[in-house]
């Protein structure tokens, strides 16, 4: 089964942006559909993005389209998410996840396999 690791978070101001990182180990990175979700304090786990597994489609939640965009390098066994003019309300542990089917990439639910979190803080 495949083990994700994020890296990448930080304190940003308010308009900036951060580089977010998930590196896969043991499986074909490239078998996987790779998402990024959030949860913030006292809040329920909420869908950022996904990507299918040769980065030909990617889904966005309505909060981040414009602002955040994600991608992915199968030879580096890597999905990015880009995140510019962040928001106070952006404040969160991001989480990557993997799935190897396509189904739902919104529902938390539909991925078996999640890193340990990326804490992100924007400051107003």
């Known amino acids: 089964q495949v083990q994700l690791v994020e890296s990448g978070g930080g304190l940003v101001q308010a308009g900036g942006s951060l580089r977010l990182a998930c590196a896969a180990s043991?499986?074909?990175?490239?078998?996987?559909?790779m998402g990024w979700f959030r949860q913030a304090p006292g809040k329920e786990r909420e869908f950022v993005a996904a990507i299918s597994w040769n980065g030909g489609r990617t889904y966005y939640a309505d909060s981040v389209k414009g602002r955040f965009t994600i991608s992915r390098d199968n030879a580096k066994n890597t999905v990015a998410l880009q995140t510019n003019s962040l928001k106070p309300e952006d404040t969160a542990v991001y989480y990557c996840a993997a799935s190897r089917i396509l189904v739902d990439p919104a529902t938390p639910g539909r991925y078996p396999y999640w890193g340990q979190g990326t804490q992100v803080t924007v400051s107003s």
């Open positions: 043991g499986a074909t990175f490239s078998s996987y559909v």
